[in-house]
């Protein structure tokens, strides 16, 4: 896991004979259509935490969120997450250009005295989207994966299906074995269905 891991530090010296304030800006990345069009565009998502909630804001939409704890942006396999060392940032969805949303991050103000350094430290994750690997990291970035409305469901499925691979060690077999559980599942409802037909 390790290998998807980095560790940023920022350091901002005031070189001058004057207090600067300074607000520590971040830029992740950008969200929208591109020139080439990629199919796999309209799996780009936004994932945001805070203290006591975690939120999808919808990308099209400019949003602004205080004290975050941290911030994903995905595609279909990867996705890059960010955690500053405090929660004294906040995020940010702009537009950018005609059709694209950007997505930063910024500390509060922060004053520098002459002479004086403030440093700040971000972990950063940038690699697949593998609950296992995220989960290991750090149990609260496993909500970065997220299904939508049916997100429950789809997860519960996504486990049974890791259990039964876990028992054959081959995806093949694990789709038909998951497949025949839902088939047995259900029989009774479709023994009820063809009675209630006749």
């Keep these: ?8 530090e920022i350091a901002v010296q005031n070189i001058s004979n004057e207090n600067i304030s300074f607000g520590l800006p971040l830029v992740l990345g950008t969200l929208g259509p591109s020139s ?3 199919p796999t565009e309209q799996f780009q998502d936004i994932c945001i935490s805070q203290k006591l909630k975690v939120e999808y804001p919808n990308t099209k939409k400019e949003a602004s969120f ?21 929660s004294d940032y906040s995020a940010t969805i ?3 250009g005609t059709s694209q949303t950007l997505l930063s991050i910024q500390s509060k103000e922060l004053v520098i005295a002459p002479g004086q350094e403030i440093r700040q ?11 296992k690997i995220l989960g290991s990291i750090s149990p609260d970035w496993n909500s970065v994966i997220f299904y939508g409305k049916f997100d429950f469901i789809a997860k519960l499925l996504a486990k049974t299906l890791d259990f039964f691979y876990g028992i054959t060690k081959n995806w093949g077999w694990s789709i038909i074995l998951f497949s025949l559980t839902i088939y047995l599942l259900l029989f009774p409802l479709s ?8």
Excluded: H, T
Excluded at 66 to 86: A, G, H, M, T
Excluded at 122 to 128: Q, S, V
Excluded at 191 to 198: A, D, G, N, R, Y
């Design 191 to 198: 023994i009820k269905q063809m009675l209630s037909m006749k």
């Design 94 to 96: 702009s537009k950018y």
């Design 36 to 38: 080439q069009r990629k």
């Design 121 to 131: 430290k971000f972990l950063i994750y940038l690699g697949p989207q593998d609950a």
């Design 66 to 86: 205080n004290d975050i704890e941290f911030v994903s942006l995905r595609d279909q396999y990867f996705v890059l997450i960010v955690q500053p060392e405090k």
């Design 1 to 8: 896991e390790r290998e998807y891991l980095w560790d940023l």
